[in-house]
Structures are given as structure tokens and as C-alpha cells.
């Protein structure tokens, strides 16, 4: 595994536990908004933590933390990300996956093998639009296949969407829970001007409370629970 980063302890990434998140190096998209610039590119450059150092970090954390996150980056274009999840397990951590939903054949792996305890996706945009958004070409049946596992599949989750407002019209939200229709958990959250990848994000803004209401208002009529962080 190639950790680019371990936060010890959190109290908002793994939804009412105690958890510890741990990022992977890499990731096939170069969304402008990105706050973790510096671990996209996977590069013997960039120092990685040694997997024994943060599994050791977290024996001695068993009884004191509930989970493990395991961000990035893009988790799942790590090859022994198995692997590394088993040995979580085997310390008897809940597990986390955040995702962008581009290798929905691997989260499924996972989730049959019971690697999985909790799922998170990025939704970067609805589907005609992705390519504008995260800067790459993208399959966005892959993206479609993840939903539609991940609302299927039994595991609890949740679907989430960084919030530029001009990125995003209302249009585009509506379009969003359309592709979202029936999903359980879905939060809308605000975008922070602080590091991102492409610097002439530090201009842009995010929308009003009264404005991600009516957001909320849209979506509503698809997803189940609509909450905005």
C-alpha cells in the first residue's frame, strides 16, 4: 500500500466513531477543487508511510479507536488493497472506503469478501458532465455500475458531492438525484477556498444557505435523507 498520509484520530469521517484515516497515494481524476494535491500523482518521490509503521500505530490504538478510513487520493487503484483491509479486520477495526466509483468490479470484491463497513462516493457531478469536472476522460457506466451496487448491496453508505457554485447549477442537482434515485444518504458539502489543485479555485465560492436549501428542496423528491455539511 502506498500511504501518503495517517490522521490518528477523527471524529467526523466514520459517521458516530472514533476513527483513524489513512491516505493512499494516487488518483485518476484532477478535480480543480482538490484539497489533497500533493498525493495524486504516484511517484517514488512523494515519501509514503511504511505499511508495518501504521499497522503497528494501530495495535496500539485496538480498544481506543472504532474504525478505520482509508481515503485518498483514489483507494482502489491500490493493488494489495485487500490485503491491507484483512489486516485492519484481523485487529478488529470497521472499515471505511471513500471512493470516487471508478472501479465498481473491485468495491464489489470487497463487499462480497466483507472487507467493507461503511461506503463513501464522491459524486462529482451528474453523469454528462463528469468529464468537465474531475479533467479526464471517464467511464461513466463504471460510475452508474458503483451507484447502483452500493444502494443494492446491504452495506451502510453514503453518497456525498463537494459543492462549487459554478460548477454546478440547480439543473445539474436535479440531474443528480434523478441518477441517485432511491439512495439512502446523500450530503451536499460546501466547498472550502483553502489548498486545491488548480489555484484559481481560491475564487470561487460555494452557494448561500438559502440556496442549498432549495438544493435540498430538488432533491428530496428522489433520496431518501438529504443533509447539508
Known sequence: MKIAGLQKSSLVDYPSKIAAVVFTQGCNFRCGYCHNPDILEISKQNKCFDENFVLDFLKTRQNKLDAVVISGGEPTLQKDLETFILKLKSLNFLVKLDTNGTNPDIIKQLSEKNCLDYIAMDIKAPLN?????????????????????????????EFRTTVVKSQLDFKDFENIGKTLTGAKRYYLQKFVNSTTLDPSFKDCTTYSDTEFE????????????????
Open 129 to 157: 458532465k463528469y468529464k468537465n469536472i474531475v479533467c479526464t476522460n471517464t467511464d461513466t457506466a463504471k460510475i452508474q455500475k458503483s451507484i447502483d451496487f452500493i444502494i443494492h448491496c446491504g452495506i451502510e453508505y
Open 214 to 229: 432549495q438544493i435540498k428542496n430538488l432533491l428530496d423528491i428522489y433520496i431518501k435523507n438529504v443533509y447539508i455539511r
